[in-house]
């Protein structure tokens, strides 16, 4: 069983970056695609960034693409959101998850961290 946890939120100025780490633990975390969401108050949980079980496609909202960048480690059992021109219509509370099916549906994915937050100030 993989067990997702999310760091590297945090407050930031409008124009700033961030990187989110998402750690996994378990045997099975390279046969997972995995993906950013996020949800701000009030809103819905939306995808943010996905990326397939060997690394090889990753795929992006309209919102953020050109802007963020996920990747990931397999030797350390890592993945990243590398967050650049941050924008305050990106606060919200990010969420690595975990899926064996794939898509940008928060329902495909079977594992979820507790979630990390960003903040970005005018």
């Known amino acids: 069983q993989v067990q997702l946890v999310e760091s590297g939120g945090g407050l930031v100025q409008a124009g700033g970056s961030l990187r989110l780490s998402c750690a996994a633990s378990g045997r099975t975390f390279s046969t997972y695609a995995m993906g950013w969401f996020r949800q701000a108050p009030g809103k819905e949980r939306e995808f943010v960034a996905r990326?397939?079980?060997?690394?090889?496609?990753?795929n992006y909202a309209d919102s953020v693409k050109g802007r963020f960048t996920i990747s990931r480690d397999y030797a350390e059992n890592t993945v990243y959101l590398q967050m650049n021109s941050l924008k305050p219509e990106d606060t919200a509370v990010y969420y690595c998850?975990?899926?064996?099916?794939?898509?940008?549906?928060?329902?495909?994915?079977?594992?979820w961290g507790q979630g990390t937050q960003v903040t970005v100030s005018s």
């Open positions: 998850a975990a899926t064996k099916l794939g898509g940008t549906i928060p329902s495909a994915y079977d594992l």
């Open positions: 990326i397939t079980w060997n690394g090889g496609v990753p």
